[in-house]
Structure formats: C-alpha cells, structure tokens
T-cell receptor, first 120, second 113 residues
Framework: EPEVTQTPSHQVTQMGQEVILRCVPI?????FYWYRQILGQKVEFLVS????????KSEIFDDQFSVERPDGSNFTLKIRSTKLEDSAMYFC??????????????????FGEGSRLTVL | QKEVEQDPGPLSVPEGAIVSLNCTYS??????FMWYRQYSRKGPELLMY????GNKEDGRFTAQVDKSSKYISLFIRDSQPSDSATYLC?????????????FGTGTRLQVTL
C-alpha cells in the first residue's frame, strides 16, 4: 500500500540552527501538507501546497518557515532559525486530486509517521 | 469556544464493548468529517470519512454526522485490544483548491482484556 514517508524520524538541534524536514508524498497525490503536534496537544495545520505554490498557511507558519518541492518526489519543510517552541512532531500529509472536479479536494489526507524535532 | 471539542478521556473499556467517541464543533462551514486513529508516536491514520449527515459503516466502525446539532460520533463495535489508541476527529470547510483539517484534541481509548 502506498504511503507517505518522512525523514529524519528524529532530529535534535540547537536553538537558532536551520532544520530541513523531508517528505515523499504518495506518488499520484497532488496536494501536500505539513502539520505539527506539540507533545500532549492537538494536531495543528501549518501549510498546504498545490501546483508548486502555497495554497494556505496558518498563523504558525511565519517567515521562519518555508516549503519547497525541489523535484518530482520530495516535499520539504525548512525552519530557518529554530526556537525552543518549535519542538514538536511534524507530520507531512498528501491527498488525491479529484479529476471530475478540477479544483476540488476530498480532504482525505494520508499522513506520514512524523519527524520529531527537539530544539535544545 | 474552541472550534472542535473532544473529550480527551482516557476511556477504558473491556474487550467486546461498544465504544462511542464524540466531537462537537462550532463552525457551520465544516463540510467534511473524518476520524483518525493515532498510535503512540505515530502519524494519524484515516479510519472513516463522511461528507453528509447520517451514518456510514465500515466493518466494526460506524461514523455518524448530525450537522444540525454540529455533532459527530464514531462507534466501535466488538472492541479489541488492538483498538487501543488515540482517536482524533477532524473537519474541513474546504475552501479553495486544498483543504486544511481542524482536529480535536483526541480521545485516548484503552481496551482491556
């Protein structure tokens, strides 16, 4: 069964350092997302990405964050200068494109196993 | 008022019991409703997905949506120890070309032998 894969599974970094989290979405999916979950809290939306541009972003997704699809398979989240409060599990997700309704999205997101980021 | 409210539990039931998990929401624009299961330190796994009000059944799982009351439920019949996990409700208002999900806090379920 196709799945979303994420690397690294765990990264420890010093405050102020740049971090890149990588994701390989399901191959026939066209919508990509990053969510995060701070320990003990709910899963929160960060950003959605479609057709090589950001579709929507939350208040959390400030100038320190960026996303990129550098090639046909990878989808990355970069945090430029990490803060202690960036410590969380970061989930990549992808979803199908409904060809019958060109601009619709069914909302069925498939999540990766997550990348745990620890900022010291 | 939070957009999505979900009792965090934990909820402990014996094997074979019927489990009822619920969420309420305040945003009338939500159109898509999902239930995800999340095992410890893993990503959410989609269980059920519904669009309209009513019931949807898949094996031992039944999802129920009542848009008039802004209330959704997930029922698990004949619960098994392997059902022990955190269950997250999630909703989307779908506007534009991509949807974002608003999650509940999750209900931790433990099914005991």
């Amino acid at each position: 069964e196709p799945e979303v894969t994420q690397t690294p599974s765990h990264q420890v970094t010093q405050m102020g350092q740049e971090v890149i989290l990588r994701c390989v979405p399901i191959s026939n999916h066209l919508y990509f997302y990053w969510y995060r979950q701070i320990l003990g809290q709910k899963v929160e939306f960060l950003v959605s990405f479609y057709n090589n541009e950001i579709s929507e972003k939350s208040e959390i997704f400030d100038d320190q964050f960026s996303v990129e699809r550098p090639d046909g398979s990878n989808f990355t989240l970069k945090i430029r200068s990490t803060k202690l409060e960036d410590s969380a599990m970061y989930f990549c997700a992808s979803s199908r494109h409904n060809r019958e309704l060109e601009f619709s999205n069914t909302g069925e997101l498939f999540f990766g196993e997550g990348s745990r980021l620890t900022v010291l | 008022q939070k957009e999505v409210e979900q009792d965090p539990g934990p909820l402990s039931v014996p094997e074979g019991a019927i489990v009822s998990l619920n969420c309420t929401y305040s945003n009338s624009a939500f159109q898509y409703f999902m239930w995800y299961r999340q095992y410890s330190r893993k990503g959410p796994e989609l269980l059920m997905y519904t669009y309209s009000s009513g019931n949807k059944e898949d094996g031992r799982f039944t999802a129920q949506v009542d848009k008039s009351s802004k209330y959704i439920s997930l029922f698990i019949r004949d619960s098994q120890p392997s059902d022990s996990a955190t269950y997250l409700c999630a909703m989307s208002d779908y506007t534009g070309t991509a949807s974002k999900l608003t999650f509940g806090t999750g209900t931790r379920l433990q099914v005991t032998l």
